[in-house]
């Protein structure tokens, strides 16, 4: 078997974290790959916003957690958040969605834990969210896709889980 098909059948969603920061290189290389995702037409719509900054990450969080009706953190402990956007064009979310997959894929090829996070559509509806990313040069009409959370994994990694049956067909 390839290395690329074993890394899509060994990849798991890890939801406890060691509070250790990725390296900031690694975290580079993870992103790259999210940017080579497919597009429709090529028209690149997915940006990624790559947050290590503590403070950001935990106001980030409860954000999160306040969509959900929560209090606990959303992100499970994880150190980086990658927020998936993406300018509302064409097939934008399924091109995120795309970007999500390969940052998920990148990360555990580089040893690091990932899990998708929902509700960033919700968050980044948010004026104070949209401010925010005005403040970073972002001024397009975007969408949040997904929260990319990476991280050490704190714990062991899980194993693989049998699939389900009856999801293949084939019309020969």
């Known amino acids: ?21 990725v390296p900031k290189d690694v975290i580079e290389k993870i992103v790259e790959a ?4 497919a597009s429709g037409m090529n028209l690149q719509t997915p940006v990624i916003v790559a947050v290590t900054n503590k ?7 409860k954000a999160n957690a306040q969509v959900m009706g929560s209090e606990n953190d959303p992100f499970y402990g994880a150190p980086v958040v990658l927020v998936v956007l993406a300018e509302k064009k064409g097939t934008y979310v399924y ?13 555990h090829e580089l040893g690091i834990g990932s899990c998708w996070i929902h509700r960033a559509k919700e968050v980044f509806e948010q004026e104070e ?5 005005k403040s970073l040069g972002l ?3 975007y969408e949040g896709i997904g929260n990319c959370v990476l991280g ?3 714990g062991e990694y899980p194993g693989i889980l049998s699939r389900k049956e009856e999801r293949v067909y084939f019309v020969d």
């Not at 078997?1 to 920061?21: A, G, P």
């Not at 403070?55 to 969080?61: Q, S, V």
């Not at 091109?95 to 990360?107: P, T």
Request: hydrophobic residues 40%; without cysteine.
């Open 95 to 107: 091109d995120g969605s795309l970007v999500m997959g390969n940052l998920m894929l990148a990360a």
């Open 1 to 21: 078997m390839s290395e690329v098909l074993e890394k899509m059948q060994t990849r798991r969603s890890i939801r406890r974290y060691k509070s250790d920061m």
């Open 152 to 154: 050490y994994v704190d």
């Open 129 to 133: 969210w949209k401010q925010w990313l």
């Open 55 to 61: 403070e950001i990450r935990d106001k980030m969080a």
């Open 34 to 37: 999210g940017t080579f995702a």
């Open 139 to 141: 001024n397009g009409d």
